[in-house]
C-alpha cells in the first residue's frame, strides 16, 4: 500500500455515511444492475446552453430528466458540462465521477489535454452531488444505504442514454466512457450495458463496492452502528450489507460488445481498491490491463498522461474496428491482439476467463 494511500484513509475517517441506517429497504431489495439492463433505454433529452470558450475549447452546459425516476425531487434534474475541441471532433468520452468529486472543474481540467487530439468530454454531476445534492446531506457523505443504491443506479442509465445521445443526437462516430475508483468502476458497467461498441477505459476500478468497504482504508467510512437495530450484531449486519453490495458488480453483467477497445488501467499499490478487483475486470473481459506503479492518490497527481494515452490508445481501436463494428465476444482459449506503443508502468496481455463461458453468452439480455 502506498503511503498516501494510508494517510488519506486516516484523514477522512470523520466523514461517516449511512448516518440514517439503510434508508429505504425496498429500493436496497429491488436494485439489481441486470434489471436495469434489461429496461428500455429511454432517449433523453438534453436542453445545451451556448458555447463558451474555456479549458482550451468550447464548453456547453447542459441539463436533463433522468432515466431513474425513483430519485427525490433534488436529484431527478441531471446536469452536465459538454467540452468540444475548437476543431473537428474525432471523439467524445464520458467522464464519470469519484467518490466525492462533486463538481466539474476536476474532470474537465483532465480531459483538457485530449482536446488536441480532436477528444472531448462530457462531464456528468453524480446524483445526490453538487446541485443534486439532498438537504441534510454533508458533502458526499450518502445518508442511507438506499441513496447509494439510487445513485450507482442513476449514474448506470445515465451514463447510458449519454453515450446513445451523443452518438444518435450529435452524431458522434466515436464514444467512450471512463472514471476513476468509483467512477471507474461504473464506468466499467455502463461501457458493458451498451448495445454498441463504445471506447471503455475504467482507471483503478474495483469490481464491486464489497471489496473497498471490506478491505480498502474507507473499511471504516460505514456508521456501522446506524445500519444495526437494537439487538443486532454489527459483524453480522456489516456481511449483509457487503453481500448487498456486491451485487452491484462488473461481473454481473457481459463483457462490452467490443471488448479489444477496453483498457484497463490498474494501481499497484492502492490502498482503497484491491488491485486484485482491476485485474479480475480484465480477465472477465478479455481486455488489456495496464499497470501503473502508484498507490490510489499517488496515480492521480503523477500519472495522469498515461491515463490519457490509455484512452487515446482505446479509441483508436475503436476507429480501426472492422465494418460491422458489433463483434461478438471473445471465449476463453483466443488470443490476445497486439497493444499498441507502451504506456507507463507494466502492462498484461488480454487473457481468456473461465467466467465468460457460453453459458454466460446465451444468459446475455436482449437489448434495446
Given at each position: 500500500?502506498?503511503?498516501?494511500?494510508?494517510?488519506?484513509?486516516?484523514?477522512?475517517?470523520?466523514?461517516?455515511?449511512f448516518?440514517?441506517?439503510?434508508?429505504?429497504?425496498?429500493?436496497?431489495?429491488?436494485?439489481?444492475p441486470e434489471?436495469?439492463?434489461?429496461r428500455?433505454?429511454?432517449?433523453?433529452?438534453?436542453?445545451?446552453?451556448?458555447?463558451?470558450r474555456?479549458?482550451?475549447?468550447?464548453?456547453?452546459?447542459?441539463?436533463?430528466?433522468?432515466?431513474?425516476?425513483?430519485?427525490?425531487?433534488?436529484?431527478?434534474?441531471?446536469?452536465?458540462?459538454?467540452?468540444?475541441?475548437?476543431?473537428?471532433v474525432?471523439?467524445?468520452?464520458?467522464?464519470l465521477?469519484?467518490?466525492?468529486?462533486?463538481?466539474?472543474?476536476?474532470?474537465?481540467?483532465?480531459?483538457?489535454?485530449?482536446?488536441?487530439?480532436?477528444?472531448?468530454?462530457?462531464v456528468?454531476e453524480?446524483a445526490?452531488?453538487?446541485?443534486?445534492?439532498?438537504e441534510?446531506?454533508?458533502?458526499?457523505?450518502?445518508?442511507?444505504?438506499?441513496?447509494m443504491?439510487l445513485?450507482?443506479a442513476?449514474?448506470?442509465?445515465e451514463?447510458?442514454?449519454?453515450?446513445?445521445?451523443?452518438?444518435d443526437?450529435?452524431?458522434?462516430?466515436?464514444?467512450?466512457?471512463?472514471?476513476?475508483?468509483?467512477?471507474?468502476?461504473l464506468?466499467?458497467?455502463?461501457?458493458?450495458?451498451?448495445?454498441?461498441p463504445v471506447?471503455?477505459?475504467?482507471?483503478?476500478?474495483a469490481?464491486?463496492?464489497?471489496?473497498?468497504?471490506?478491505?480498502?482504508?474507507?473499511r471504516?467510512?460505514?456508521?456501522?452502528?446506524?445500519?444495526?437495530?437494537?439487538?443486532e450484531?454489527?459483524?453480522?449486519?456489516?456481511?449483509?450489507?457487503l453481500?448487498?453490495?456486491?451485487?452491484?458488480?462488473?461481473?454481473?453483467?457481459?463483457?462490452?460488445?467490443?471488448?479489444?477497445?477496453?483498457?484497463?488501467?490498474?494501481?499497484?499499490?492502492?490502498?482503497?481498491?484491491?488491485?486484485?478487483?482491476?485485474?479480475?475486470i480484465?480477465?472477465?473481459?478479455?481486455?488489456?490491463?495496464?499497470?501503473?506503479?502508484?498507490?490510489?492518490?499517488?496515480?492521480?497527481?503523477r500519472?495522469?498522461?498515461?491515463?490519457?494515452q490509455?484512452?487515446?490508445?482505446?479509441?483508436?481501436?475503436?476507429?480501426?474496428?472492422?465494418?460491422?463494428?458489433?463483434?461478438?465476444?471473445?471465449?476463453?482459449?483466443?488470443?490476445?491482439?497486439?497493444?499498441?506503443?507502451?504506456?507507463?508502468?507494466?502492462r498484461?496481455?488480454?487473457?481468456?476467463?473461465?467466467?465468460?463461458?457460453r453459458?454466460?453468452?446465451?444468459?446475455?439480455?436482449?437489448?434495446r
Amino acid at each position: 500500500m502506498h503511503f498516501l494511500d494510508l494517510f488519506i484513509g486516516v484523514a477522512i475517517r470523520g466523514q461517516r455515511f449511512f448516518e440514517d441506517g439503510w434508508g429505504d429497504r425496498a429500493i436496497c431489495d429491488a436494485t439489481d444492475p441486470e434489471a436495469l439492463l434489461r429496461r428500455r433505454a429511454r432517449p433523453i433529452e438534453v436542453r445545451l446552453g451556448p458555447g463558451r470558450r474555456a479549458h482550451c475549447g468550447v464548453l456547453h452546459d447542459g441539463i436533463f430528466e433522468s432515466p431513474e425516476e425513483r430519485l427525490p425531487a433534488c436529484a431527478r434534474r441531471a446536469r452536465i458540462q459538454l467540452l468540444l475541441p475548437k476543431g473537428p471532433v474525432r471523439g467524445v468520452y464520458v467522464h464519470l465521477a469519484a467518490s466525492g468529486d462533486q463538481g466539474f472543474g476536476l474532470r474537465l481540467r483532465f480531459a483538457e489535454p485530449l482536446l488536441a487530439s480532436g477528444v472531448g468530454a462530457v462531464v456528468l454531476e453524480n446524483a445526490y452531488y453538487g446541485g443534486r445534492r439532498p438537504e441534510r446531506q454533508r458533502a458526499h457523505a450518502l445518508r442511507s444505504v438506499s441513496d447509494m443504491h439510487l445513485m450507482a443506479a442513476a449514474t448506470l442509465l445515465e451514463g447510458r442514454a449519454l453515450l446513445r445521445w451523443l452518438r444518435d443526437e450529435l452524431g458522434v462516430g466515436l464514444v467512450g466512457v471512463t472514471g476513476y475508483s468509483m467512477g471507474g468502476q461504473l464506468a466499467a458497467m455502463v461501457g458493458a450495458a451498451m448495445s454498441f461498441p463504445v471506447a471503455v477505459v475504467p482507471i483503478a476500478p474495483a469490481c464491486s463496492p464489497d471489496s473497498v468497504l471490506r478491505q480498502g482504508v474507507l473499511r471504516h467510512v460505514p456508521s456501522w452502528p446506524k445500519l444495526a437495530a437494537e439487538g443486532e450484531d454489527e459483524a453480522a449486519v456489516r456481511e449483509v450489507l457487503l453481500g448487498r453490495a456486491s451485487r452491484f458488480s462488473v461481473t454481473c453483467l457481459p463483457a462490452p460488445v467490443y471488448p479489444e477497445a477496453a483498457i484497463v488501467v490498474g494501481t499497484e499499490r492502492d490502498g482503497f481498491v484491491p488491485p486484485s478487483d482491476m485485474r479480475r475486470i480484465a480477465e472477465y473481459w478479455g481486455a488489456e490491463l495496464r499497470w501503473l506503479p502508484a498507490g490510489h492518490v499517488s496515480a492521480l497527481l503523477r500519472h495522469r498522461e498515461a491515463m490519457r494515452q490509455a484512452m487515446l490508445d482505446a479509441l483508436e481501436r475503436l476507429e480501426a474496428a472492422p465494418l460491422p463494428r458489433r463483434r461478438a465476444r471473445r471465449e476463453p482459449g483466443d488470443s490476445a491482439r497486439e497493444t499498441p506503443p507502451a504506456v507507463l508502468g507494466r502492462r498484461e496481455r488480454p487473457r481468456g476467463a473461465a467466467m465468460r463461458h457460453r453459458r454466460a453468452v446465451a444468459r446475455r439480455p436482449t437489448r434495446r
